[in-house]
């Protein structure tokens, strides 16, 4: 044992003198290339003294590095997690700045641009080198990742066969079983396309009508996804707008799932949650939104961010990412603008931001914080990983921009699976999506008036002549205005005046509209009392493809061009659902029995020729509704584990991919999820939320 410590210190005394020789060579080198960055003195020094010098800044850079950065980072957790990100390339350069000063004789200087420059390379350039170092070293290289991931058990997890494998969960927000598919065939994903010849076993499954994130993840972790219609719903009975991707939408509807089923959820016992809308019951959190509005001094802590940021190469590599990205989007966006394009959707102002910032800084902190947990062991992470989506949104699902974005995500994959290897544990890793996207012209530029304007003339009100677009449902604006602390939009439990104008909402190419000024949910009846012309001019748009109404006489019924009316209880998948395939009028069906199903439920029309919607936002790939690709998801799972059926048949709605998930990890002797369990509290130096702001949800 004494000669295993010895043969330690002396491995990590050897690593310490290597990464000291090279920073000191690198840093001769760029005082070589630079001019405003010097070692020597005025006069000139001898090659010797030169290196000297150089050695001194480079050991004091290391040492401010290794000690004073995770305090200066610490203290300044309180300021927005993304000029924190990008205020590391000024840290950094101050650090070197001291670093120089610290030198004897003052021979070292260098103006603060240069300052920042050298500061990047020498810390990009010492992690690579202590990274290379420690890969033949399987504990130097698990000890390295668990201070970069901040994830250290105070008792590590029992080893041999009291110890089964662990689970990763990885969801691809917004990815599409045909896109996916698609990518490995063409090479795009070449770990997914490697698992698929071998290891993992691929499905789709059926989202439920309302196919987004807020209704189907809190499915996935909750078990019940019952009463949410929509991605944002106006109900009638306490005045409210409820938004999942809202911090105040997110924890009620985690409330109720839990009060519907009885327990906390499928991460209760030794989970993990990452980026997600909703917490699962896990006790280690990050980025949950479902947290992020709890009040106190536990639930501020950013001890995520400092895990990730406390590294100065971590947080140069993600900020030099970040501004390429912005670039990328720029450029690409000009040549779609150049080539006129279509279907196309404005790009401009925040977006490029938004798009870097879900696309780079949500990625790494997340992947991050998966790395950390599988390297201290936990049974089960579940993990958003969100770029996707917010690319597919603005660039279409299958467009070159979202391919490029599938290709990083395979890469963060792959380099969870080889974190993995290095794990206390075996892990099994499976991948799934809450949704597709289908692609399509928006409502408004195909029709010249958006779904507001449709209603209020149906209603026979003054329609603006400016229109007013539906505020885009993607998590990404949201979540990058979180971290620049601008105010949300409708980051505020909103109470809409009861007047008697309709509130007519957008959740994708699905519409709801609601009369506040009644009490309760409209009939049929009531409404061509108050407005006669308003349902049939809703139901024969060429836009819309069926309407959801109740009826005093047969109940609820579906409403089709053409005068077509079916009652739901007679629904079958033909008729006005003909066109959107099967389990649509299961689906239907289901949504009808909400307590706070909208007055009218509208879909848009889906042409089976090309695959497109109409989305009532702007958004030229769009999830929420039925129609197309955005109802069949994905899920790919190790051939250790069962089938999803016996019989083969695709999971059907996200609560029956919660049961499949549930009794994956009960297959590896994993938490036996308990009955009336109630969610644990995050410990506080795992709490990782917003900050009483929106996180990843998706929406599209």
Avoid at 145 to 172: A, E, K, S
Avoid at 322 to 333: L, N, P, T
Avoid at 383 to 402: K, Q, T
Avoid at 428 to 443: A, K, M, N
Wanted: proline share 7%; charged share 20%; glycine share 10%.
């Amino acid at each position: 044992m004494v000669q295993g410590r010895w043969r330690t210190a002396g491995g990590a005394l050897l690593r310490v003198v290597v990464v000291w020789a090279v920073s000191t060579l690198t840093m001769l080198a760029l005082a070589g290339l630079l001019p405003d960055f010097q070692l020597q003195s005025d006069d000139g020094d001898s090659v010797t003294r030169t290196a000297v010098t150089a050695a001194w800044a480079a050991g004091a850079f290391g040492l401010l590095s290794a000690l004073v950065w995770p305090l200066a980072v610490r203290a300044l957790l309180l300021v927005p997690a993304l000029v924190l990100g990008l205020l590391a390339f000024f840290l950094n350069g101050s650090l070197l700045l001291i670093a120089l000063w610290l030198i004897p004789d003052g021979r070292g200087e260098a103006d603060p641009e240069n300052a920042v420059a050298v500061a990047a390379v020498m810390s990009a350039v010492a992690s690579a080198t202590s990274t290379a170092l420690a890969v033949r070293d399987d504990n130097a290289y698990r000890r390295r990742l668990y201070r970069l991931m901040g994830r250290r058990r105070t008792t590590p997890p029992p080893l041999g066969p009291i110890n089964p494998p662990g689970t990763v969960f990885l969801q691809l927000d917004g990815v599409g079983y045909r896109v996916l598919r698609d990518a490995v065939a063409d090479g795009v994903m070449p770990t997914v396309a490697a698992w698929l010849g071998s290891t993992h076993r691929l499905t789709p499954w059926r989202t439920d009508w309302s196919s987004q994130t807020g209704a189907s993840q809190l499915a996935i972790l909750h078990g019940s996804n019952h009463d949410v219609p929509a991605f944002r719903w106006y109900e009638k009975d306490t005045g409210r707008l409820m938004v999942s991707n809202r911090p105040a939408g997110a924890v009620e509807l985690q409330r109720r799932a839990i009060e519907r089923t009885g327990d906390g959820g499928l991460l209760t016992l030794d989970g993990a949650s990452r980026g997600n809308l909703f917490s699962g019951g896990a006790d280690q959190l990050a980025l949950v939104l479902s947290v992020s509005a709890r009040r106190g001094r536990r639930n501020r802590s950013r001890a995520g961010y400092f895990a990730y940021f406390r590294d100065p190469a971590n947080a140069v590599r993600t900020a030099i990412s970040f501004v390429a990205e912005v670039g990328r989007e720029i450029g690409q966006s000009t040549r779609s603008r150049l080539r006129k394009e279509t279907p196309r959707v404005g790009r401009g102002g925040l977006y490029p931001f938004i798009r870097a910032f879900a696309t780079v800084v949500e990625r790494d902190v997340v992947v991050a914080a998966v790395m950390g947990d599988i390297l201290a062991g936990r049974t089960a992470v579940y993990a958003d990983l969100v770029a996707y989506d917010e690319v597919a949104h603005h660039s279409g699902p299958h467009s070159r921009d979202a391919l490029k974005v599938l290709e990083c995500l395979d890469r963060s994959i792959a380099l969870i699976a080889k974190v993995a290897e290095h794990a206390p544990r075996p892990y099994r890793i499976v991948l799934l999506s809450d949704h597709g996207q289908s692609p399509g012209e928006t409502f408004e530029s195909a029709y010249g008036l958006t779904l507001r304007d449709l209603v209020r003339a149906g209603c026979g009100l003054p329609v603006p002549r400016r229109a007013q677009h539906s505020p885009s449902g993607a998590e990404a604006r949201d979540a990058l205005r979180s971290a620049v602390h601008l105010p949300v939009e409708g980051g505020r439990e909103e109470r809409p005046a009861r007047t008697s104008d309709p509130i007519v909402l957008a959740s994708g190419n699905l519409g709801l509209i609601s009369f506040p000024d009644v009490p309760y949910r409209m009939s049929r009846e009531e409404i061509e009392r108050r407005h006669p012309g308003l349902l049939r001019t809703l139901a024969d748009h060429p836009g819309i493809g069926f309407l959801l109404v109740r009826s005093e006489r047969h109940g609820s019924v579906v409403l089709g061009p053409g005068g077509a009316e079916v009652p739901v209880d007679d629904l079958a998948d033909d008729g006005p659902l003909a066109p959107y395939g099967p389990g649509a009028a299961d689906a239907v069906r289901r949504t009808d029995s909400f307590p706070h199903a909208a007055d009218i439920m509208v879909n848009s029309r889906y042409d089976p020729r090309t695959g497109t919607v109409h989305a009532f936002e702007e958004q030229i790939g769009s999830h929420g509704g039925l129609g197309g690709e955005q109802s069949e998801a994905f899920l790919l799972w190790p051939v250790t584990l069962s089938a999803p059926a016996a019989d083969g048949t695709p999971p059907t709605g996200a609560e029956e991919v919660h049961r499949v998930l549930r009794r994956w990890l009960r297959e590896a002797h994993g938490p036996q999820i308990p009955v009336q369990e109630s969610p644990s509290l995050p410990q506080p130096e795992e709490a990782f939320p917003a900050v009483d702001r929106v996180v990843p949800d998706k929406h599209g």
